[in-house]
């Protein structure tokens, strides 16, 4: 009974490799590592946004969820994009996250293709994942745990896993803009050339975002209402409703965010801009019943953006 009870804990932890990982208390649920923060850094969900607002950018993530709780997730990022030429992006991240006895480690190459034709820039882009899944060495000392379980010791040396992600972005008089995410076309472990789904890869999570930054002249500010939408197979929508004001020439920025269906929250943001230097703290909260039990989620964001020169999008004719 006991090892049969070990081996299901087991068996989760590998219905997690094989499919999306769904995290109730993230913004955005994909593989691995995610952060909310991502209006803010749309190249953490979709890699068009490599090099789409023509700054060399390098930035870092924590995300320390469900905080109180022990083996709680906490979750680390740092990542640099900027523009190629006048019509490349190029962008790598690599992030890490601990999950109880469960840690996983991702390096991500992103890749961009930008074109402009008047008002409207247009990106595609395309991205690859590894990622190193492990358990932790003292499951092996667990009462639970029969030497020489392969399935167990398997995880605790850990499965690596290849991915891969297409992204589409745009924008129109750079104050509107328009985001389509198909995530986990791969999912494979490497080693194994059958482990991906070959079935409806494409449309297994996709993820859209759409906004508009309105100008209020008169008071100097903007607001920018914003929304992502997102579909993972076999589960039900959710959706994201943000609103995001700008106020003393960008220096001062705060917001709302509202996640509607599964793993419903509230967040607020508060953020500056100082020259080339971006910082940015969110704190939510969950209406899940866990919620009673945790001290709420924190994430902050610390950027530097570098000027990428002239602007260099390429230009239709």
Sequence with gaps: MKKLLLLISVVAFSAQLAFAQTDPGSTVTTLST????????????NPAATGFGEVHSLQMNMRNQ??????????YGIGYNG?????????????????GSQS???????????YQLRNVKLAAGFSTDFYTV???????????????????????????????????????KDNTFVGLTFNNLVVAKIGEIESGDPQGSLFRFVVLTFGHKFEVEPYNFTIEPSMMVQRIKDKPF??????????????????LSYRAGVGGAVGLLLGTNIDVFR??????????????????????????DFSGGKKRFDHGK
Excluded: C
Excluded at 67 to 72: I, N, R, V, W
Excluded at 107 to 112: G, K, M, P, S, T
Excluded at 238 to 255: H, V
């Design 34 to 45: 995610v952060f909310s923060h991502y209006h803010i850094n749309p190249i953490l969900i």
């Design 134 to 172: 492990k358990e932790a060495n003292s499951i092996l000392e667990s009462p639970l745990y029969e030497s020489g379980d392969p399935i167990i010791e398997d995880a605790v040396d850990g499965n690596r896993i290849f991915d891969a992600s297409l992204g589409f972005w745009s924008s129109f």
């Design 104 to 114: 996983i480690f991702r390096f991500q190459l992103n890749y961009a293709f930008r």
């Design 83 to 99: 523009p190629i030429g006048r019509t490349l992006g190029l962008g790598a991240n690599i992030m890490a996250e601990d999950v």
């Design 279 to 304: 910082l940015y703290y969110s704190y939510d909260v969950s209406f899940q019943n866990v919620q009673q039990y945790n001290g709420g989620t924190h994430e902050v964001t610390v950027a530097f």
């Design 238 to 255: 959710q959706a994201d409703f943000n609103i995001k004001g700008s106020f003393i020439n960008d220096q001062l920025i705060a917001g």
């Design 66 to 75: 469900w905080t109180g709780f022990d083996g709680a997730p906490k979750s």
